[in-house]
C-alpha cells in the first residue's frame, strides 16, 4: 500500500518536472520581487520569469505575492528564466473583453487621453481605440463652421480626462484596430425619447453649435437644428449675431426625422409681418429703402418685418431693362403697392410715378 503511494507521488513528480511552455502561451503565476529593472515571477513547476525592464513601468503597481497573467516570449533564456510580457497578456485579453463587448453591444466607459481632428484617443482594456467626430453624440460634436478647424480641435481637448459612455464599433486584433461609437450608446434612449416628441411641441435646449446655415441645439441628447430662416421673423443675416454656445433656447418642433429635430424660434413668437401688411392695400403709396438688387429686380425694406420687390418688368419695357442703372442700393425711394399676397407672405411694388 505504502508502495503504491509513493509511486503516485514518484509520478506526480515526473508529470510536473515534464511540464513545458512555449512561446505565445499565457501562464499564471504569483509575483516574486518587484525591481526597478526586472519582475520575476513563480510559476510554479514550470519555474520562473522574468519580465524585462522594458515593462517594468506597466507592471509597477504589481505587489509581491500578486497572481499574475503573462505571454510567454521565449520559452527558456541562458540563464533559465522564461522570458514573459505582461503588457502582450494584457492585451489579448482586452481584446477577448473587447470582442466580447461587441458582440454582446454593452455600453462601457472611456476617458480620452488626447484629441485631433479627426476624434479623441481612447484606451480601454490596455488597448488604444479611437472615437470619431462622427460618432460623437449630440452632447459633444463640435459643431462649427466648416472652416473652424482649430475651434473643433479645442471643442474635442475638452473632452479629454472626461468619461463616455460609448459601444464598440469596429474590432479587429488583427489589425490592431479599435473604433468606439458614442452615438451608438446614447441611441436606445434616443429613440424613446423621440416617442415622446411631437410635431408642435415646445421643447428647450442648449446651443451646442452656430454655423452659416443656423444653430445646432441639444434637446435632452437629441440634436436639434434651427435652420436660419427660423431664427426670426426679420432677415437673418448671421445667426451668431442671436445665440452663442452654451446659451439655453426655447423653440418648436416643426419636423422630426430619425436622428434630428428641425426648429424654430422665430414660431413661438408672433409674427409682425402680418401686423405690419395688415393695413396695406393695393393702389398705396408708400416709402421704403432698397435693401438688395438683383438681375430680376430691387428689394424693398418698408417696415422692420416687411420687404417687398420691385420687379424688372415694372421697370419699363423690353428685356435690356437693368436695375443696377435704376437703384442705388440702400437709398429711400416712393413706390405703388401693386399687390398684397398675404397667403404667400409677398408685397409687389412698383416705382411711383409722380
Known amino acids: 500500500m505504502a508502495e503504491a503511494k509513493k509511486s503516485t507521488f514518484d509520478e506526480l513528480l515526473a508529470k510536473d518536472s515534464n511540464k513545458t511552455v512555449a512561446q505565445g502561451d499565457t501562464v499564471t503565476g504569483n509575483v516574486l520581487s518587484v525591481k526597478k529593472h526586472e519582475i520575476l515571477i513563480d510559476l510554479g513547476a514550470i519555474g520562473v520569469g522574468l519580465v524585462p525592464r522594458r515593462e517594468a513601468s506597466f507592471a509597477r503597481n504589481l505587489e509581491v505575492g500578486q497572481e499574475v497573467s503573462a505571454s510567454v516570449i521565449e520559452s527558456e533564456m541562458e540563464d533559465g528564466y522564461i522570458l514573459l510580457s505582461l503588457r502582450k497578456a494584457v492585451k489579448d485579453k482586452g481584446w477577448d473583453e473587447i470582442q466580447a463587448k461587441m458582440d454582446n453591444a454593452e455600453i462601457v466607459e472611456v476617458i480620452p487621453f488626447d484629441a485631433n481632428r479627426g476624434g479623441l484617443l481612447v484606451e480601454y482594456e490596455g488597448i488604444r481605440g479611437f472615437l470619431p467626430v462622427s460618432q460623437l453624440s449630440a452632447e459633444h460634436y463640435p459643431r462649427v463652421g466648416s472652416s473652424d478647424k482649430d475651434e473643433i480641435l479645442q471643442r474635442l481637448n475638452s473632452l479629454i480626462g472626461k468619461s463616455i459612455k460609448v459601444r464598440v464599433l469596429d474590432a479587429s486584433k488583427k489589425d490592431n484596430k479599435l473604433i468606439f461609437s458614442e452615438k451608438e450608446a446614447v441611441k436606445d434612449g434616443l429613440v424613446a425619447r423621440f416617442a415622446k416628441l411631437a410635431i408642435g411641441d415646445t421643447v428647450k435646449g442648449t446651443v451646442t453649435g452656430v454655423v ?123 413706390f405703388t403697392v401693386i399687390d398684397v399676397d398675404k397667403e404667400n407672405r409677398k408685397i409687389s411694388l412698383s416705382i411711383a410715378k409722380k
Open 212 to 334: 452659416d446655415f443656423g444653430v445646432f441645439v441639444n434637446v435632452d441628447g437629441i440634436e436639434g437644428l434651427v435652420h436660419i430662416s427660423e431664427i426670426s421673423w426679420e432677415r437673418v443675416n448671421s445667426p451668431a449675431d442671436y445665440v452663442k454656445v452654451g446659451d439655453v433656447v426655447e423653440a418648436k418642433i416643426i419636423a422630426i426625422d430619425k436622428e434630428r429635430l428641425s426648429l424654430s424660434m422665430k414660431q413661438l413668437k408672433e409674427d409682425p409681418w402680418l401686423s405690419e401688411v395688415e393695413n396695406l392695400k393695393k393702389g398705396a403709396k408708400i416709402e421704403g429703402t432698397v435693401t438688395r438688387i438683383t438681375p430680376f429686380g430691387a428689394f424693398v425694406q418698408i417696415s422692420p418685418a416687411v420687404e417687398a420687390l420691385v420687379h424688372v418688368s415694372e421697370l419699363g419695357e423690353g428685356n435690356d431693362v437693368d436695375p443696377e442703372k435704376i437703384f442705388t442700393l440702400n437709398e429711400r425711394k416712393e
